[in-house]
């Protein structure tokens, strides 16, 4: 076992436990899909959790649904009448996550859609909370800038694999699509004055960014 693998193995250990649902949701997800990795798993399933619980949003935004492990995860710290609205634009998702999503005991909170978040989220006319941006890397810049006029002022959004398993910087993927979107979306974001930021290297790497306030002047 390697050193990252221990640490791993430790810090999964000194967290809290996967729920049972959740660690059968992972595993299936896994066994019957493509890239199961994707899915959000234990750790960043209990930090997204807990982010929830401490911003204590009434409307959370998903792009991505993919197998629904992270949707799960946000509607489990929802408080009563909150609602998780989350979006996968891949149809061939929906007959494996759809099944999971309403079998839960959280099929109340969620809403989910097939469909392309950046053109349908918008015309829910929704002020939303909280952001959790997990869609396809080469657009993530338009899927931020889409998400951003739905963000309350001191809004939160979670963008997940903003280090991109290191390649972000390693030449060796200066041409890969999916490299370029997300340094392309690290640069747009650290540059973007609207909003604090920081980068977590949790996992695959999760930013944390936070739209500011609006200030009024008084004359």
């Not at 959740?22 to 299936?28: F, K, N, S, T, V």
């Not at 200066?174 to 604090?196: K, L, M, P, W, Y």
Request: proline letters at 4%; one cysteine or more.
């Amino acid at each position: 076992m390697t050193e990252t693998e221990q640490l791993d193995r430790y810090i999964e250990a000194h967290s809290d436990p996967e729920p049972d649902y959740l660690y059968r949701l992972y595993r299936a997800t896994n066994i019957h899909t493509i890239h199961g990795h994707m899915a959000s798993g234990h750790v960043q399933g209990r930090l997204l959790k807990m982010l929830v619980e401490m911003i204590r949003p009434k409307n959370i935004l998903e792009v991505g649904t993919f197998s629904g492990y992270s949707a799960l995860c946000m509607a489990e710290g929802l408080e009563d009448g909150g609602r998780v609205f989350t979006f996968e634009i891949n149809d061939e998702m929906e007959d494996f996550t759809r099944p999971w999503i309403e079998g839960s005991a959280l099929a109340d909170k969620i809403v989910f859609t097939i469909g392309d978040a950046n053109v349908e989220a918008p015309k829910l006319g929704i002020t939303f909370d909280m952001a959790f941006i997990d869609g396809d890397k080469r657009t993530y810049i338009e899927t931020y800038e889409m998400v951003l006029p739905l963000l309350r002022h001191g809004g939160f959004i979670v963008a997940d694999n903003t280090l991109w398993d290191g390649h972000v910087v390693d030449p060796a993927y200066d041409r890969d699509s999916q490299t370029i979107g997300i340094r392309r979306f690290n640069d747009h974001v650290a540059a973007d004055g609207r909003v604090e930021k920081v980068i977590v290297p949790l996992r695959d790497g999760l930013t944390l960014i936070r739209k500011k306030k609006k200030f009024i002047a008084f004359s």
